[in-house]
T-cell receptor, first 113, second 116 residues
Framework: GDSVTQMEGPVTLSEEAFLTINCTYTATGYPSLFWYVQYPGEGLQLLLKATKADDKGSNKGFEATYRKETTSFHLEKGSVQVSDSAVYFCALSEKTGGFKTIFGAGTRLFVKA | GAGVSQSPSNKVTEKGKDVELRCDPISGHTALYWYRQSLGQGLEFLIYFQGNSAPDKSGLPSDRFSAERTGGSVSTLTIQRTQQEDSAVYLC??????????????FGSGTQLSVL
């Protein structure tokens, strides 16, 4: 079945450091790919998405490129801030998969001032 | 409403008791999902509703778990004879375009269930 694998956390960075959180997926068809973020004390919210190969999703300085050849959707940010501290979830949604969105295990990010 | 509302926000129960968790989706959202988030784990899909029907119940962990949705709106997740391993945050999400390339899930704040 479909699945999402993302790097284990926690990831601890200093402010202004470069961030990469790896995500790879397994799917039978052509899924849409998402990154959701959960800030402390808040609910999950969509951060960015890409719906087809080579698309780049971007929001709040974060980017991720849909790579079909490597089945990956790595999240990157050039310069993190303390306010980026949160748990990040990679996810996929595929119509042939029964209309459900499947999430990775989440990666906790701590950014130190 | 303005967002997905879940109640209660916290529930502490004794092993063996039944619990009901409620979700009010965003008005007009036809799709509703239940997920479970256990400590240190990712989001585990439980069940999906399109309108009042549940075409995908594949994630329900046992027959102690059931869910219903009425009027295409409010949904209730019921756990019978709770066990300690049921302790988790139960999240509800709704969306307007299930299975589409542009589907975006809107999540509630969750119900923290603790089974003693």
């Amino acid at each position: 079945g479909d699945s999402v694998t993302q790097m284990e956390g926690p990831v601890t960075l200093s402010e202004e450091a470069f961030l990469t959180i790896n995500c790879t997926y397994t799917a039978t068809g052509y899924p849409s790919l998402f990154w959701y973020v959960q800030y402390p004390g808040e609910g999950l919210q969509l951060l960015l998405k890409a719906t087809k190969a080579d698309d780049k999703g971007s929001n709040k300085g974060f980017e991720a490129t849909y790579r079909k050849e490597t089945t990956s959707f790595h999240l990157e940010k050039g310069s993190v801030q303390v306010s980026d501290s949160a748990v990040y979830f990679c996810a996929l949604s595929e119509k042939t998969g029964g209309f459900k969105t499947i999430f990775g295990a989440g990666t906790r990010l701590f950014v130190k001032a | 409403g303005a967002g997905v509302s879940q109640s209660p926000s916290n529930k502490v129960t004794e092993k063996g008791k039944d619990v009901e968790l409620r979700c009010d989706p965003i008005s007009g959202h036809t799709a509703l999902y239940w997920y479970r988030q256990s400590l240190g784990q990712g989001l585990e899909f439980l069940i999906y509703f399109q309108g009042n029907s549940a075409p995908d119940k594949s994630g329900l962990p046992s027959d102690r778990f059931s869910a219903e949705r009425t009027g295409g709106s409010v949904s209730t997740l019921t756990i019978q004879r709770t066990q300690q391993e049921d302790s988790a945050v139960y999240l509800c999400a709704s969306s307007t375009q299930p299975g589409s390339a542009n589907e975006k899930l809107f999540f509630g704040s969750g119900t923290q269930l603790s089974v003693l």
